[in-house]
């Protein structure tokens, strides 16, 4: 369904000083570095991470909201790396995103009949039907399609954003941390529901999220991000039981036990973004001298994981 192959998206930070101001490359940061993904038929690829390692830019990067600085996107078998909005025009009804804030997400002045009808009109795929159909669909009935954003909950919100994306018959359902701003309860009841349309509407996944345990519950394979790299991937129980990078063990253990109490094994430290090393050596308990000299390459570990660490190569 999907295969990304080698992507790198480069951001610049603001200047903040005069002296920022001409020194472009030392601003430059890499947000993805070689991120090479695939997402089969069917399949549910989690992506999981701490804020800020590139999950998000991954998501609107393979969706082409960013063009990627470097690598290729193979979407249904068609390199979309390059096409113009035109062009995309196909591929974007195909693959729909889900953001994270529902808040923001849907247009306050329209109804939730404009907000799942407009795409459709775009796409010359409206029908009087299809607005009640994406309803039900998301467990909510005809009364909300005269509704607006602000006279829903937050739950209520992120399944009319649900209903607009499976209204266009997407392939591909990319859910960017679409849980992270609701309350438990509700975060069950999105999650339970995107299982559900998943196997009736048989769609492929990425299902982004900083919650190891709500990617497992969600996802076939795991790929972990750590600094805009991934850093290991495998199937998703394999990932849970037998964490082989030190990141991934160390995202794992910060769940907190209240049996055990928490005591953080990696150090809490800023990513070194230009040492040409391991970018998660200034946190590693195990880094050795090879760690800040060179850079692990993600390698197959056996049939079906690979780990980018010297540990295990
Ligand atoms: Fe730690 Fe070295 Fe493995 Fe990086 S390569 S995760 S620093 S042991």
Not at 9 to 26: G, Q, W
Not at 103 to 125: A, T
Request: hydrophobic share 35%; proline share 5%.
């Amino acid at each position: 369904m999907l295969q990304a192959i080698g992507l790198s998206k480069v951001f610049s930070e603001p200047a903040r000083s005069l002296r920022d101001i001409f020194n472009k490359e030392a601003r430059r940061f890499y947000a993805l570095r070689d991120v090479s993904v695939q997402i089969g038929e069917e399949e549910v690829l989690g992506i999981v991470g701490e804020s800020g390692c590139g999950k998000s830019t991954l998501a609107r990067t393979v969706a082409r909201i960013y063009t990627p600085d470097k690598g290729r996107i193979i979407f249904m078998g068609k390199d979309i790396t390059h096409l113009n909005n035109r062009e995309l025009f196909d591929a974007r009804r195909r693959m729909q995103i889900i953001f994270q804030n529902p808040y923001s997400s849907l247009n306050p002045r329209r109804r939730v009949s404009d907000i799942i009808g407009d795409p459709l009109r775009l796409h010359g795929l409206y029908e009087e039907s299809a607005i009640s159909e994406a309803l039900r669909a998301v467990g909510l009935d005809e009364t909300y399609a005269k509704r607006y954003p602000h006279q829903l909950s937050g739950g209520e919100r992120q399944r009319v954003a649900i209903a607009r994306a499976l209204a266009l018959r997407p392939s591909l359902m990319i859910a960017d941390e679409i849980t992270s701003s609701l309350d438990v309860s509700t975060q069950m009841r999105i999650l339970e529901l995107l299982k559900r349309i998943k196997n009736e509407y048989r769609l492929s996944m990425m299902f982004i999220s900083h919650d190891l345990a709500v990617v497992n519950y969600m996802s076939d394979r795991v790929a972990v991000m750590y600094a805009g790299e991934i850093v290991e991937e495998g199937p998703s129980h394999e990932i849970i039981n037998n964490p082989l990078h030190p990141y991934t063990q160390a995202l794992i253990e910060s769940v907190p036990d209240p049996r055990k109490g928490w005591r953080p094994r990696v150090k809490e430290v800023e990513g070194d973004h230009v040492s040409p090393g391991c970018r998660f050596a200034p946190r590693c308990p195990y880094a050795f001298e090879k760690c800040y000299a060179m850079r692990p390459t993600l390698t197959q570990y056996n049939n079906s994981r690979k780990v980018a660490c010297f540990l295990h190569q």
